[in-house]
């Protein structure tokens, strides 16, 4: 099936530190999500981007759709220990009729204070 | 309230045994999922529903079934269960009528098949 290949796998930083995952896939994409996942509940959406080279911010979190359609990026500024958890992109292929959403295999992210 | 809730939220189950996992919604939403979460897999999709009488087999589908008993309840069943089924299990919903893409997760099923 199609592949988003999410990175890195896994973070560790300190609090305070600005943080940056990615998604890219050889597929273009017509719709990227980014989603956060706390330990032992379901995602949370975070951002949803709907057009190529949109920049959007919730808070802390920018995250950006890009020009070519083929990838995204999520920042986290300031990290605080509520960051952690997992993050997943999610995309909607440009060719595939529906919603259903291709999941990236996540980005653990780890905060120490 | 939480707006999607799943039922049970864990649940211990031996090899060849029926299980059904349920999701109920109240925000009004069409569109219901089930997703299986595996570590380091991410979330796959096993069925989707646009409406009641609309359903569709997702990347993973095989050894599952579903039921859409009505807009706001949509059943994952494992008829047979096998270990390798042992997963978390989320259901999520979307509304077409505003952003189709925004799916809402529940808070998941943890399902050990031994």
């Known amino acids: 099936g199609q592949q988003l290949n999410q990175s890195p796998q896994s973070m560790f930083i300190q609090e305070g530190e600005d943080v940056s995952m990615n998604c890219t896939s050889s597929?273009?994409?017509?719709?990227w999500l980014w989603y956060k996942q706390d330990p032992g509940e379901g995602p949370v959406l975070l951002i949803a981007?709907?057009?190529?080279?949109e920049l959007t911010s919730n808070g802390r979190l920018t995250a950006q759709f890009g020009i070519t359609r083929k990838d995204s990026f999520l920042n986290i500024s300031a990290s605080i220990p509520s960051d952690v958890g997992i993050y997943f992109c999610?995309?909607?292929?440009?060719?595939?009729?529906?919603?259903?959403?291709?999941f990236g295999k996540g980005t653990t992210l780890s905060v120490s204070s | 309230d939480a707006d999607v809730t799943q039922t049970p939220r864990n649940r211990i189950t031996k090899t060849g045994k029926r299980i059904m996992l349920e999701c109920s919604q109240t925000?009004?939403?069409?569109?219901m999922y089930w997703y299986r979460q595996d570590p380091g897999l991410g979330l796959r999709l096993i069925y989707y529903?646009?409406?009641?009488?609309?359903?569709n087999k997702g990347e993973i589908s095989d050894g599952y079934s579903v039921s859409r008993q009505a807009q706001a309840k949509f059943s994952l069943s494992l008829e047979s269960a096998i270990p390798n089924q042992t997963a978390l299990y989320f259901c999520?919903?979307?509304?077409?009528?505003?952003?189709?893409?925004?799916?809402?997760f529940g808070p998941g099923t943890r399902l050990t098949v031994t």
């Open positions: 999520a919903t979307s509304d077409p009528r505003t952003s189709p893409y925004e799916q809402y």
């Open positions: 597929s273009i994409f017509n719709t």
């Open positions: 981007l709907y057009k190529a080279g």
């Open positions: 999610a995309g909607q292929l440009q060719w595939q009729a529906g919603t259903a959403l291709i």
């Open positions: 925000k009004g939403h069409d569109r």
């Open positions: 529903s646009f409406d009641v009488k609309d359903i």
